[in-house]
């Protein structure tokens, strides 16, 4: 299976297990120290779909670096993060937030892909509703994060995955 294919895989996982319907993958480029959005993504059509492929659509543009935005900051702590509504939040901490009120994004959250203590990439969530912070979710998350740290590592991962 193609790598693109196994995190697209694992996005779903995790979108259908915490009831977010929108998944995507960052990609660290640790010489560069810039973030950018992978074409892995996972979106539930029946969930808003449209908006949410246009949040995708819009963000492809994204280049953040080491601690800037959700997912920057998530690579940057090597820790989860929650955002109830990323609507209300600056852009300087949230940089796609006209984007997602343009396509109605409320609650996002992000996990780290960690191997042997290096981030493969970020994952980020969001959701059209406003939500708060939920343990059980993040736990979900990151256990199913780690779980494709694993198999990327086990894979021989080549760092200069898109």
Known sequence: MLINETVTISLEKICVSTDFPYGEAWI???????????????????????????????????ILSRGEGLPGRVWLFKQPEWI???????????????????????????????????VLMVLAFFTTQTCFKN??????ATSKAESLGQLLSDSNYIYNYQ
């Open 135 to 140: 343990t059980k979710i993040i736990e979900i």
């Open 28 to 62: 660290p480029d640790e010489d560069e120290n810039l973030l950018q959005l992978s074409s892995s993504y996972y979106i539930n059509s029946g969930l808003g779909g449209k908006d949410l492929e246009q949040f995708w659509i819009c963000s492809q543009d994204f």
């Open 84 to 118: 109830i509504d990323v609507t209300i939040e600056s852009e300087g901490y949230f940089l796609r937030n006209q984007i997602a009120q343009a396509f109605g994004v409320k609650s996002g959250f992000s996990v780290p892909v960690i191997a042997q203590n290096k």
